[in-house]
């Protein structure tokens, strides 16, 4: 079974710009988050789908941060523009099924390390 | 009420040594405690989960004690090999359809040869 695919793995833009992630889930995994992960820190969720529709985003920064599932499958993050305390590791993560369980995991990407200068 | 609180930030153990983690709760409606082990370049991937109607629960060499009283779980990793060096996170999450992971800080494991 293939894994979370994450692109791209690393990713330098300066201050002010955009930059977009890019996440391919497991297949038939109908929940897909997005976590920030600051150096030294554990993750952060930001955004989770449930198939093509917002389950929560509110923890994502919505004046510069925008995210789409598109057909229910793949999925974008998206800042713009970006600032210097956005740097960070950017996870993709899916979970089969829509409930919570003992044995739901969550199966995470490498991430996208995303550096602002 | 969200936090999750996990230490120490980083351990160093001998090879054969048992490594222990500890993670504190506030938020009593949290009722899945998953430990994720995450390796330099990779993402977290799922090591062992407890429910709170258990007290233990035991894979191999790694063992989760979970006490509901106090609202803290730990992690303990029996003789510890070199190939466990990585970093740990804790987390905890509630029943629903969300599944949202409220992880720790993160634990920095070196396991010395």
């Known amino acids: 079974e293939a894994g979370v695919a994450q692109s791209p793995r690393y990713k330098i833009i300066e201050k002010r710009q955009s930059v977009a992630f890019w996440c391919n889930p497991i297949s038939g995994h109908a929940t897909l988050y997005w976590y920030q992960q600051i150096l030294g820190q554990g993750p952060k969720l930001l955004i989770q789908?449930?198939?093509?529709?917002?389950?929560?985003d509110s923890q994502l920064p919505k004046d510069r941060f925008s995210a789409e599932r598109l057909k229910g499958v793949d999925s974008t993050l998206k800042i713009q523009p970006a600032k210097l305390e956005d740097s960070a590791v950017y996870l993709c993560?899916?979970?089969?099924?829509?409930?919570?369980?003992?044995?739901?995991?969550?199966?995470f990407g490498a991430g996208t390390r995303l550096s602002v200068l | 009420q969200q936090q999750v609180k996990q230490s120490p930030q980083s351990l160093i153990v001998q090879k054969g040594g048992i490594s222990i983690i500890n993670c504190a709760y506030e938020?009593?409606?949290?009722?899945?405690f998953p430990w994720y082990q995450q390796f330099p370049g990779k993402g977290p991937a799922l090591l062992i989960a407890i429910r709170p109607d258990v007290s233990e629960k035991k894979e191999g060499r790694f063992t989760i004690s979970f006490n509901k009283s106090a609202k803290q779980f730990s992690l303990h990793i029996m003789d510890s090999q070199p190939g466990d060096s990585a970093t740990y996170f804790c987390?905890?999450?509630?029943?629903?359809?969300?599944?949202?992971?409220?992880f720790g800080q993160g634990t920095t494991l070196q396991v010395k040869p």
């Open positions: 938020n009593t409606a949290f009722d899945y």
């Open positions: 987390a905890a999450s509630r029943s629903g359809n969300t599944g949202k992971l409220i």
């Open positions: 789908f449930q198939n093509n529709g917002v389950v929560d």
């Open positions: 993560a899916s979970r089969l099924s829509g409930l919570a369980g003992l044995r739901d995991i969550q199966y």
